[in-house]
Nanobody, 124 residues
Framework: QVQLVESGGGLVQAGGSLRLSCAAS????????MGWFRQVPGKERELVAA????????YYADSVKGRFTISRDDTKNTVYLQMNSLKPEDTAVYYC?????????????????WGQGTQVTVSS
């Protein structure tokens, strides 16, 4: 069993930055693919960024390429999402998710574990 706890959300002005953290419990974290999703009311959960177990391959949604960076520190069982040049349309609840396979999936229902979410609000 893996538990994920996100932190780092908040209110920021457009153009600002935030860094989200996702701390994981469990011994197998280093072998999991990890993803960051976001969701706004009335819309599907959207994959924002993902990273494979080794960190060697990463995925970014077109809407965040060049602005967001996903990384992981397996010594701390933590995955990060650095968000720069934030826009009002980035406002959402952001969720961390773990895929028990070593690679990531682009599909939310493939992920095995989820955090509780952290709110990110970008004001214009």
């Amino acid at each position: 069993q893996v538990q994920l706890v996100e932190s780092g959300g908040g209110l920021v002005q457009a153009g600002g930055s935030l860094r989200l953290s996702c701390a994981a419990s469990g011994r197998s974290f280093s072998s999991y693919g990890m993803g960051w999703f976001r969701q706004v009311p009335g819309k599907e959960r959207e994959l924002v960024a993902a990273i494979i177990w080794s960190g060697g391959t990463r995925y970014y949604a077109d809407s965040v390429k060049g602005r967001f960076t996903i990384s992981r520190d397996d010594t701390k069982n933590t995955v990060y999402l650095q968000m720069n040049s934030l826009k009002p349309e980035d406002t959402a609840v952001y969720y961390c998710a773990a895929d028990a396979r070593p690679f990531y999936s682009l599909i939310s229902y493939s992920y095995d574990y989820w955090g509780q979410g952290t709110q990110v609000t970008v004001s214009s």
